[in-house]
């Protein structure tokens, strides 16, 4: 799940998420930034370095990730335990 950029970066000046950011996924666009879904890398380190907390969580797109998903393996059960003597 990617990032995205609310309307409270609209004219704002800073960029001190840009600049930690590992991958350069931020453009700048006409009046705010916009993360790339495509480069983003989902680590967040930008999220709390925007002073204006204009960073979030891309819900909409939350399960649909491109990167390969994780799945448990059925656990193999096995009879009771018994002690031997």
């Not at 001190?16 to 890398?41: S, W, Y």
């Not at 960073?55 to 998903?69: H, K, L, T, Y």
């Amino acid at each position: 799940m990617t990032y995205v950029v609310t309307e409270n970066c609209i004219r704002c000046k800073y960029t001190d998420c840009v600049d930690v950011c590992p991958v350069d996924c931020f453009h700048e666009g006409e009046r705010f930034l916009v993360i790339d879904p495509d480069v983003c890398i989902d680590c967040g380190v930008c999220v709390p370095e925007c002073p204006v907390e204009a960073i979030v969580e891309n819900m909409r797109n939350r399960g649909r990730s491109s990167a390969p998903r994780r799945t448990r393996l059925p656990m193999r059960t096995f009879g009771p335990i018994t002690p031997t003597s």
